[in-house]
């Protein structure tokens, strides 16, 4: 459709004469987009041991879940602790937008928050008795879940216990900032708007597909389930790791069964489809 040409457009010349706009009368169009940047005070509050104190208020969730301070990827935690005697409660630190800080935020608690960029896990708090305050610096824990929000390499609270608390004991920052860097733009996108292509299967993925299926033995690469039989094989799926479905490099493709691909993140689409539920019905039984 071809839109008219509005400065010779007698209808919208009418309609601005009942506006009282006289008809040779055009304004502009301007669009500013603000970026916020971290000032270099911020910056180095950020990567010290005390943090950078704000309020809950100045956070922003990214699409992934991970926390946002101007532009800038963070972890937030809570610098004043209670202690009553010998008894205190060390705080954990935050990646996303758990369920945690969203109760904390309906609860409309205010504590200092504080956010950091800084990967040794070793943080400035504030041991409060009564009106006394000791500051000291302690080895934080990560939060389990975060951990479960963002589905971080896999971790689930229905693991057992113990298992859940050697991941944590054993989880680094470094791991989480390299999967989700600090800085938004710190890598530039392989493709523009010119040059990206359209987000669709290639001509040949059922074929790669096929390929790849047979390479691992129709075997499941999540849980181990193994599809070999004819009339299972419709259950086993090839996966894009990074959503780009045009990408079929060997790294970015995983072979899962329904169940597993199902339970990938932005793919619980896959749990309304009936092949789905026919394969956990079936599951059941067996």
């Known amino acids: ?3 008219p040409d509005f400065y010779h457009f007698i209808p919208f010349h009418h309609i601005k004469e009942k506006m009282g706009i006289p008809k040779d009368t055009y304004g502009t169009l301007e669009k500013t987009l603000k970026i916020e940047s971290l000032t270099e005070a911020e910056l180095e509050k950020l990567t010290s041991k005390d943090g950078l104190e704000i309020s809950l208020n100045d956070l922003v969730v990214h699409d992934d879940g991970t926390l946002l301070y101007k532009n800038t990827r963070v972890i937030l935690y809570i610098r004043d602790i209670p202690a009553y005697g010998a008894q205190k409660t060390n705080p954990k630190y935050h ?3 758990c369920r945690t800080l969203k109760d904390m935020r309906e609860q409309k608690r205010f504590e200092r928050y ?3 960029t800084r990967t040794n896990g070793e943080f400035n708090v504030n041991i409060i008795r009564s009106s006394h305050v000791q500051n000291e610096t302690m080895q934080l824990l990560v939060c389990q879940n975060c951990l479960t929000h963002l589905e971080f390499n896999k971790f689930s609270m229905n693991w057992a216990k113990n298992t859940r608390l050697e991941f944590v004991k054993n989880f680094n920052l470094d791991s989480f900032f390299e ?3 600090v800085s938004l733009h710190a890598q530039k996108p392989k ?8 987000n669709i299967y290639n001509s040949d993925f059922s074929k790669v597909s096929e390929d790849l299926k047979i390479q691992l033995n129709w075997q499941c690469q999540d849980c181990g389930v193994v599809l070999s039989e004819p009339n299972n094989r419709k259950w086993l799926h090839v996966h894009h790791k990074n959503g780009l479905k045009f990408d079929d490099s060997r790294e970015n493709l995983n072979v899962l069964c329904i169940k597993c691909h199902a339970n990938q993140p932005l793919h619980a689409h896959i749990k309304n489809l009936p092949d789905y539920k026919t394969y956990i019905d079936n599951e059941k039984v067996a």
């Open 95 to 97: 990646l996303a937008n």
């Open 1 to 3: 459709m071809k839109l």
């Open 114 to 116: 504080v956010v950091s």
């Open 179 to 181: 999967k989700y860097p």
């Open 191 to 198: 493709y523009d708007s010119l040059t990206a292509p359209l």
